[in-house]
């Protein structure tokens, strides 16, 4: 826009500077003609600057690069069974899939720190509470243990 008012400037100087050398009468009667000029000649200016679209093919408004869009969900129980699920956009891959705990954990060590650590809370938990239940029943044998030996006495 700045072109555009320096080209103005210069016409309406260009036709000032006309004007002068004609007689002084004739000064009064085309001081207005300056401020008409540079408007019909604005258009002209601008009118270069909007392009003419070209033949062929139009621009496509799509991104140069592909993203594909997967959605992995691994869903763990506090027993430290884990399932995954596949989305390849809106179509299901995989359902429900069996996964090994030392699978997910090594998994999430490999993607990120904070995932292997929020997993990590997960399998810790999970290890606590299956080490509880061994302990339960391992204390459980032992009674049918005494018990069975008692019967065999």
Same mark, same amino acid.
């Given at each position: 826009?700045s072109?555009?008012l320096? +080209?103005?400037?210069?016409v309406?100087?260009?036709?000032?500077e006309?004007?002068p050398?004609?007689a *002084?009468v004739a000064?009064k009667?085309?001081?207005?003609?300056p401020?008409?000029?540079?408007?019909?000649?604005? *258009?002209k200016?601008?009118?270069?600057?909007? +392009? !003419? *679209?070209?033949?062929?093919? *139009?621009?496509s408004t799509?991104? !140069?690069?592909r993203?594909?869009?997967?959605?992995?969900?691994?869903?763990?129980?506090?027993e430290?069974?884990?399932q995954?699920?596949?989305v390849h956009?809106?179509?299901?891959?995989v359902?429900?899939?069996?996964?090994?705990?030392i699978a997910?954990?090594?998994a999430?060590?490999e993607l990120?720190?904070? =995932?292997a650590?929020? =997993?990590?809370?997960v399998?810790?938990a999970?290890?606590?509470?299956?080490?509880?239940r061994?302990e339960?029943?391992?204390? +459980?044998?032992a009674r049918? !243990?005494?018990?069975l030996a008692?019967?065999?006495e």
């Amino acid at each position: 826009m700045s072109d555009t008012l320096t +080209e103005v400037q210069a016409v309406e100087e260009t036709v000032v500077e006309e004007t002068p050398a004609s007689a *002084p009468v004739a000064e009064k009667a085309e001081a207005p003609k300056p401020v008409e000029a540079p408007k019909a000649e604005a *258009p002209k200016v601008e009118a270069p600057k909007a +392009e !003419k *679209p070209k033949a062929g093919r *139009p621009k496509s408004t799509a991104k !140069k690069t592909r993203t594909v869009e997967l959605t992995l969900t691994v869903t763990g129980t506090a027993e430290g069974e884990w399932q995954a699920d596949l989305v390849h956009g809106t179509q299901r891959v995989v359902s429900g899939l069996v996964i090994p705990a030392i699978a997910v954990a090594k998994a999430a060590k490999e993607l990120h720190v904070d =995932i292997a650590e929020g =997993i990590e809370s997960v399998l810790e938990a999970a290890r606590d509470q299956h080490r509880t239940r061994m302990e339960e029943l391992e204390a +459980e044998l032992a009674r049918v !243990k005494a018990q069975l030996a008692e019967l065999s006495e």
